[in-house]
């Protein structure tokens, strides 16, 4: 079989479950790694080797969950255009075919592994031997989406042989859409990374106590409740690492006037384990929504793989199944 991963991100963002799975599957099956072209990330309508046994390729598509809104507004009114929708489809097949073309792949072995279901034009015209649907995040958490990217979730759905979901609450919406084949595959580490030794200090991490935050820094965090951590432990600094959102760098000015505050930007993912390991405590200080509701949260093993307690917000029921790794604060004093 030759393996088309059908991905929601670029292979160079935040290095997270797409692609731990990519990677472990191209030990099995050449992968191919289909992902939307996008402002933010290097595009490429040629393949691309990113690894062994691991091929990418760009494709366009409507950039509904674009960063700045005035795309995203830009985006739908396109969208919403039947005439647009099938002229991008056919751009993504015809670039599609003179890549399986090229790569000698027969398209009678295809399987695809579906996560952008927003790519479901092709597993239509591919006929496909089978088809996985890893459903990672409530899609329709981030922003509001047309109505015909619904029926597209919906055809993903039916369309799919098997379905995985990162959390029970996804296995409810799932099944709320009549899919009866959902098994719950959460997230993991890679554990040999996050737990090694400590090592030295990074040179950008400021003495003393740690409080620290690794992943998006996105409007679903609770920015009034760090500034009250920062305020409540002066003799700490808290720490925030990771790509910080256009619609949040106010709130991180404003941060970033407390004098035991420090964001440090984004970090490639193998440096992470190194700033982790010398935290004196994690926190998930996400905001109770839609999306962080269905959250089963990577960075809580990556914490707890590297031995860094974690304190969390009571984001989604579904953290009671991981009470053992970690304390669930229900206000902000009992977080503090």
Known sequence: MELL??????????????????????????????EPATLHARVSFDPVSIGENLTSLSLPSFPHNA????????????GMSAAARRLVERAQIRLLHRTLENLKIDPDRLGILVENFQFIGLVRRLSPRVVLFDYIDDAFGFTHLPAYVHEEWRETIHRADCITATSPTLKRQLEAEGATNVQVVSNGVDYELFAGAAGSRPDDLPPGPIVGYIGSVYPWLDYELIEQVARALPEAHVVMVGHAHPEVRGKLDALSRLPNFRFLGSKPYREVPGYLRHFSAAIIPFRKTPLTAAVNPVKLYEQSAAGVPTVATDFSEDLESLRGLLGIARSHEEFI
């Open 67 to 78: 960063r700045l809104k005035p795309i995203r507004t830009l985006s739908r009114a396109m």
């Open 5 to 34: 991963f059908l991905s929601d991100i670029s292979w160079n963002a935040l290095y997270q479950r797409p692609h731990h799975l990519a990677t472990r599957l191209a030990r099995r099956w050449p992968v191919l790694w289909i």
